[in-house]
């Protein structure tokens, strides 16, 4: 009897061993299933997050490497290939994203494009009536198309100045009469299509490199280079007293956007669009040196806004650029993107 | 006297070993029911949304002009190439008549038709199948969505499905009956439905 009971006792534990046993593969059976799709959600965005991380590193006017992975998260993502079109304007790329064994791609093609970009009737396009246009020094404006090195390309000529109504072009011809070179096709010209910029610059102010909103005494500034250019935001306030001054030598590629009153005391050389906005906006280039925009200024606010050209030199001078203003237009964080093929 | 005594005191022992084992047995069964539903739920959810995933993510893919065909809260059909640089297949999802082969009064069948695999009537336990749709500005859009205009203006799918076992487990306790249950919702952003062509 003893012996029956013990090897009853002994049938029934092996029993519920073996019973708790299945019940235990089977929670772990339903646990892997949620795994698995938790590692392929996980690997899913990780390769959106090389798709992202790619475009950000365009917005940084850099080429995004392949071949490299990153980890993140436990799992990693890669840029596995990347093809552009010869003028930048196509990309096709690959990802892939990698949580534990799972793994995930992404093959996509999108076109590259820009935001719209303010449209430069000259190499001063004046978009206000009864602007005050002053001229010291030995300035030139010249409108003839230039490249970037300083070379007249032969085709796409604007004039030097174009503003709103003719009094400001009498005006603007009387500042150049005595002193100054003015030049263009023609070299002054009333043109009323000159964009408000108004529009544009919350964009720029939101994708500054560069922001000066506080008053200040600033020597020495660079701002980007030929190959990463940037956009620059100066607003000081509506003051008259140049709470922000740039003192010796300033050198900047990209997007310039001032309002308010800046003083640019030294040589200044920019390459790219001057935006000049607000209300009774006073921008002086200043001192002896030898300022120099090589681009296109748009000069835009209430009546009074002024801007003074300044500058002892034949080199103190503003001309238009359609390629400089290119590559202004194309700084990476402007660009946006959209989808031609998507597929994951 | 007292071997009978033994023999009867052993018998009642047997007995109440018996009955506790007859009820450990039966609870061991219950939840080894509620195991094997829970698995079988939960993996039909996770293939079904994957299939989900998979497919409406190539909503446009490969298509020009119009992707979206219906949109409404119970039946999708769209447009998309399913292999990449593949020709372009024409997919639909409804729901279909009560599945009459369970237990569960509630399920009905999962419908998904596709120009180049035919119609699929899928036994799922389906018993909440649902769609929503999103427009340009992330607006959730009155169903049905109609008019080209309209169905050119998708951007996000949203789509919520429940599952539930075929057959319930009988509580031995209450001795209610228990479908076990799986809700999944998630709102998928086709990238090729914003296409400009």
Request: a positive charge.
């Amino acid at each position: 009897m003893g012996r029956t009971a013990v090897l009853l006792v002994l049938g029934l534990g092996m029993a519920m061993g073996f019973i708790g046993l299945q019940i235990f593969k089977s929670g772990e059976a339903a646990s892997a299933t949620q795994y698995a799709y938790l590692k392929y959600m996980n690997a899913r965005n990780l390769a959106r997050a090389a798709v992202h991380t790619a475009l950000r590193t365009y917005d940084r006017n850099q080429i995004p490497a392949t071949g490299v992975a990153t980890s993140l998260g436990g799992g990693s993502f890669e840029l596995t290939s990347l093809v552009s079109s010869t003028d930048g304007d196509t990309l096709r790329m690959a990802t892939r994203g990698t949580y534990a064994e799972s793994t995930y791609a992404i093959r996509l093609r999108l076109f590259r494009t820009t935001r719209p970009f303010p449209t430069v009737n000259g190499a001063i396009s004046i978009r206000a009536k009864g602007v005050n246009f002053t001229v010291k020094g030995n300035p030139t404006v010249d409108g003839h198309n230039y490249d970037t090195t300083g070379t007249r390309t032969g085709s796409g000529d604007l004039p030097g100045v174009s503003t709103m109504d003719g009094t400001d072009s009498a005006s603007v011809k009387q500042a150049f009469a005595t002193k100054g070179i003015l030049d263009g096709t023609p070299p002054v010209d009333v043109d009323t299509t000159t964009v408000d910029p108004l529009k544009f610059l919350d964009i720029y102010r939101n994708n500054a490199d560069f922001v000066y909103n506080t008053t200040g005494v600033f020597p020495g500034q660079t701002w980007g280079t030929p190959a990463s250019p940037v956009i620059v935001y100066c607003n000081p306030g509506d003051d008259t007293s140049f709470a922000i001054k740039f003192t010796g030598g300033v050198t900047g590629y990209g997007i310039l956007v001032v309002r308010g009153n800046v003083q640019f005391n030294g040589n200044l050389s920019f390459r790219g669009l001057v935006v000049v906005d607000g209300f009774n906006t006073t921008v002086t280039f200043n001192a002896g040196g030898t300022p120099a925009v090589t681009g296109g200024i748009i000069i835009a606010g209430n009546k009074d806004a002024a801007i003074t050209l300044n500058g002892t030199g034949a080199a103190a001078k503003c001309v238009y650029s359609s390629q400089a203003l290119r590559q202004a237009m194309n700084i990476g964080k402007l660009r946006y993107y959209t989808i031609l093929d998507w597929y994951e | 006297m007292s071997t009978m005594l033994d023999m009867v005191g052993a018998a009642i022992l047997f007995g109440v070993l018996l009955l506790t084992v007859g009820r450990i047995q039966a609870n061991i069964n219950s939840t080894m029911y509620q195991n094997t539903y829970n698995m079988n739920v939960q993996s039909s959810a996770v293939f079904l949304a994957r299939q989900l995933e998979f497919e409406v993510l190539k909503a446009g893919y490969g298509v020009t002009g119009a992707k979206m065909k219906i949109a409404d809260s119970t039946c999708i059909a769209f447009l998309g190439a399913l292999s990449f640089s593949g020709a372009a297949d024409s997919v639909a999802y409804y729901t279909g008549a009560a599945d009459s082969t369970s237990l569960n009064p509630h399920d009905f069948r999962f419908i998904r038709q596709a120009r180049s695999g035919g119609t699929i009537s899928q036994r799922l336990g389906m018993t909440d199948f649902r769609f929503s749709f999103y427009d340009t500005a992330n607006v959730r859009m009155a169903t049905p969505v109609t008019g080209a205009t309209a169905l050119a203006a998708i951007r996000a799918i949203g789509i919520k499905f429940r599952l539930e076992s075929f057959e319930p487990v009988i509580d031995p306790v209450t001795g209610t009956a228990n479908y076990y249950a799986v809700n999944w919702e998630k709102i998928i952003y086709p990238r090729n439905l914003g296409k400009p062509f």
